[in-house]
T-cell receptor, first 114, second 111 residues
C-alpha cells in the first residue's frame, strides 16, 4: 500500500549545521508530497509541499525536491537554528482519492544544540 | 488567519467511559478529518468526512468510533467505550479540498 519512510531520530545537531532528513515514499498513483512540523506542545503545521516531479518546496530556509526517479523528498536546511528543534513528518496525499487523506511517516525528532 | 480549533486540549477519562472530542473546522472547508498520534508514534488517519457522510475510514476506526457534524460548524469524534490503548493525541483537520489545516490537537488520556 501507500506509505512513507523517513529516517529514524532523534537527530541532534549543533546550531548552524547542515540538516538532511531523508524521506522516501511508495504510492500507487502520483502523489503530492509534504513536510509537516510539530513544535513542542503544538499541533501539525505544513512546512512545505511539492505536487509534481522536480518541484522544489521551500519555506523558512528548508527545502525539499520531489524526485520521482528515486521516490524521495529529502528535507534540507543549510544552517539550522535552536528554534528548528521539533518533530518533522514527511507525508503524501493522492489527489485521485475522493478526499485528501494524508499518509504520514513516523516522524523525525530534531534537536539543535546552541 | 482562519484556523482549526479543537477542544478540550487535554481530556482524562476512565476506561469504558464515552468521550466526545470537538473541532471547529475552517468555515468554507468541505472535507474534514480525524487523525491519531499515539505517543512517540506516527500520525495515523482515522476518518474523512464529506457531504455529511464518511468518505473513508481506516481499520482503526471501528464500531467504537463515530463522527458527526451536528450543526454545520462543529465536527465531533465520539469514542463510545474508551480503552487504555485509545490514549493518544487526536488531530482534527479540514480542507477545501487542497491543503489540509490541522488543529492543535486534543490529548486523550484513558486511565
Amino acid at each position: 500500500g501507500d506509505s512513507v519512510t523517513q529516517m529514524e531520530g532523534p537527530v541532534t545537531l549543533s546550531e548552524e549545521a547542515f540538516l538532511t532528513i531523508n524521506c522516501t515514499y511508495t504510492a500507487t498513483g502520483y502523489p503530492s508530497l509534504f513536510w509537516y512540523v510539530q513544535y513542542p506542545g503544538e499541533g501539525l503545521q505544513l512546512l512545505l509541499k511539492a505536487t509534481k516531479a522536480d518541484d522544489k518546496g521551500s519555506n523558512k530556509g528548508f527545502e525539499a525536491t520531489y524526485r520521482k526517479e528515486t521516490t524521495s523528498f529529502h528535507l534540507e536546511k543549510g544552517s539550522v537554528q535552536v528554534s528548528d528543534s521539533a518533530v518533522y513528518f514527511c507525508a503524501l496525499s493522492l489527489p485521485l482519492n475522493r478526499d485528501d487523506k494524508i499518509i504520514f511517516g513516523k516522524g523525525t525528532r530534531l534537536h539543535i544544540l546552541p | 488567519e482562519p484556523e482549526v480549533t479543537q477542544t478540550p486540549s487535554h481530556q482524562v477519562t476512565q476506561m469504558g467511559q464515552e468521550v466526545i472530542l470537538r473541532c471547529v473546522p475552517i468555515s468554507n472547508h468541505l472535507y474534514f478529518y480525524w487523525y491519531r498520534q499515539i505517543l512517540g508514534q506516527k500520525v495515523e488517519f482515522l476518518v474523512s468526512f464529506y457531504n455529511n457522510e464518511i468518505s473513508e475510514k481506516s481499520e482503526i476506526f471501528d464500531d467504537q468510533f463515530s463522527v458527526e457534524r451536528p450543526d454545520g460548524s462543529n465536527f465531533t469524534l465520539k469514542i463510545r467505550s474508551t480503552k487504555l490503548e485509545d490514549s493518544a493525541m487526536y488531530f482534527c483537520a479540514s480542507s477545501h479540498p487542497g491543503e489540509a489545516f490541522f488543529g492543535q490537537g486534543t490529548r486523550l488520556t484513558v486511565v
